[in-house]
């Protein structure tokens, strides 16, 4: 398409572009840039050393360990397991498989409230598997584990549904290349296909690690809730609320308003370096 | 020969099987079942009585009312929008569409929080709503604009793709054929993109009526009058009522299941219409 066919498409036979896109804007300015903009400039009122003593005082630190260990651990498992779980369902054929693929999006569609208090109940000391880890010792609920667990589950789509279509969309013959070229089946594993894999991957692993940092319903119930120990920032924010610090909440809240841009930023790079915006 | 290496041997693929499957299971169909037993543990009597007490109605009204203004506000915002995006060009498209995205990005926590700094007492215009005796924070439209709030991208995140995928050729026929503005819309651009539209609007609604953190931040917890059906799953699990806050979480997992076959039906239907290009109007 060269200049021209550049410039006719934008001035396009159909209608209502000015007015759609008027309207796009308008809606996204009051439900999200106002409101978010607002949240920056009350943070800003507060003054800057108020601000950074809030937000480097040892609970907040501590509860910022909790959110991101415990995000990054369940992300990580998605990633390997969700690898695997894309694998087999993409190569494979076993009785149950269409039913288990359509269940990958449960965590989804499950409200949060719903998955908190039934990984809760089946983890703790009388739960269904929580009598199996009590007597080795193991506290699953009200510890971090349990957030780990939590932040697991809903991260659980993520990397299955990026891995996926790009697993669909390989091309067999460059595995057949590989192994006509004596490649063994670990190797072309390793070499031919692992390549192509990767920024999936890495995408959805991003995504369940952002995800879960961001998460308040289903861990608040299994965590426990201990401060330095098992609070994440979701909860410490909401605790200042009840507590009436309203600077406190704002200053914290800044805080993860500026990690989730920081990482809807990086994703957005991801897709870029995997070459495709939706994945 | 080949064939082995083409593929894994059958004791690693049934390893690999295995190991999935176990995941699956114990992350997905346990804590599904467990909300089904758990609920119906005290008996059909008591499941229902939990579902049919004043405050678990007061519920579920709430929840139908928030969902009734935030899924179709976002609906059409979805179709403006991938209309927008998907069929025209313009400088700073990939931009507009990180900041639909954006919603999925913030805390739930933080999506509550940015509504009380707005219009709760402390907030900006705390002051003169009070003045006035409107009351936002900690009242039903508080709920509604945080749920609003965390579902903008459901609608339009499935359509835009959709949309530029399709073009505008089939637009641009109905318009040299004729057809006015919203007769192309009803005609061509609707029925092109319902399948979408309606996994999309499943996704937003399952959203709208499961949201908690943010609502939690926002709502107060006034029982009976702002609490949403996961507010109350919320208190009466902390009262120690764990059957019958079950009994109305499995509401929502019922919810869940429906919007699960929804997207299981839209892409057997989409598959279909790949397999079969011709139009089926």
């Known amino acids: ?10 001035r396009s036979v159909l209608p209502g572009f000015g007015l759609t896109l008027g309207l796009t804007l308008l809606y996204l300015s009051l439900i999200v ?42 992300a990580l498992v998605n990633a390997l397991m ?93 595995e057949e290349g590989a192994a006509s070229l004596g490649a063994g089946r670990w190797q072309t594993f ?56 309203y600077a406190g909440a704002t200053a914290i809240g800044v805080v993860m308003l500026v990690i989730s841009f920081a990482m809807l930023l990086s994703i957005n790079m991801l897709h870029w370096w995997s070459g495709k915006r939706y994945a | 020969m080949r064939e082995s290496r083409l593929s894994e041997p059958p004791a690693v693929r049934r390893f690999l099987i295995a190991v999935a499957v176990l995941f699956l299971a114990l992350f997905l169909l346990m804590p599904l079942a467990a909300v089904f037993t758990e609920a119906l543990r005290k008996g059909v009597g008591a499941y229902l009585a939990a579902l049919w007490e004043p405050d678990a109605r007061a519920a579920i009204r709430l929840t139908l009312l928030t969902a009734a203004i935030a899924v179709p506000l976002n609906v059409v915002f979805g179709l403006v929008a991938a209309w927008a995006i998907g069929k ?74 959709l949309m530029q995928a399709q073009g505008t050729e089939d637009e641009e026929a109905a318009r040299v054929l004729g057809a006015g503005g919203w007769q192309m819309f009803w005609r061509v ?9 309606l ?19 926002v709502s107060g917890h006034i029982r009976g009058q702002t609490t949403t059906l996961p507010l109350h799953i919320e208190i009466l699990y902390n009262e120690y009522h764990a059957a019958a806050a079950f009994a109305v979480a499995s509401l929502l997992a019922c919810l869940a299941l429906v919007t699960l076959a929804a997207k299981t039906l839209v892409e057997w ?13």
């Open chain 2, 199 to 217: 996994y999309g609007v499943m996704l937003c609604n399952a959203r709208a009526m499961g949201e908690f953190g943010a609502v939690s931040v």
């Open chain 1, 190 to 245: 390793r070499r031919v296909i692992a390549p192509e894999l990767w920024p999936a991957l890495l995408t959805g692993f991003a995504l369940a690690f952002a995800r879960a940092v961001g998460e308040y319903g289903s861990v608040v119930f299994i965590s426990g809730n201990m401060p330095m120990r098992t609070e994440i920032t979701p909860l410490l924010i909401i605790t200042k609320l009840e507590q009436y610090d």
């Open chain 1, 33 to 74: 840039l106002i409101p978010l903009s607002a949240t920056f400039l009350k943070a800003s009122t507060a003054g800057w050393s108020a601000f950074w003593h809030t937000v480097t005082e040892p609970r907040a630190l501590a509860s910022y360990r909790v959110t991101f260990g415990a995000a990054f651990i369940g």
């Open chain 2, 88 to 161: 025209f060009d313009f400088p700073g498209k990939h931009l507009l569409i990180t900041l639909i995205d954006l919603p999925f990005s913030v805390s739930p926590v933080v999506s509550g929080l940015i509504y009380v700094l707005l219009f709760g007492l402390q907030g900006w215009f705390g002051p003169w709503l009070a003045a006035h005796h409107v009351k936002i924070i900690f009242a039903v439209p508080g709920i509604i604009l945080a749920t609003i709030f965390v579902t903008v991208p459901f609608v339009a995140r499935e359509l835009i793709p």
């Open chain 1, 82 to 174: 969700g690898l695997v779980v894309a694998w087999v369902l993409v190569r494979y054929h076993f009785p149950g498989r269409r039913m288990l693929d359509a269940l990958v999006d449960l965590p989804f569609a499950l409200p949060t409230a719903v998955a908190g208090i039934t990984l809760t109940t089946l983890l703790s000391a009388h739960g269904w598997i929580g009598r199996y880890l009590e007597p080795l010792g193991i506290k699953a609920a009200f510890s971090p584990l349990g957030i780990v667990i939590a932040l697991t589950f809903i991260g659980l789509p993520f990397v299955v549904r990026t891995v996926q279509p790009v697993l669909q969309a390989l091309d067999p013959e460059l």
């Open chain 1, 1 to 10: 398409m060269g200049l021209s066919g550049f410039f006719r498409r934008r």
């Open chain 2, 269 to 281: 239907k989409t598959s279909q219409s790949l397999r079969e290009p011709a139009h089926e109007h």
């Open chain 2, 189 to 197: 651009t609707l029925p092109n993109v319902k399948w979408g539209l």
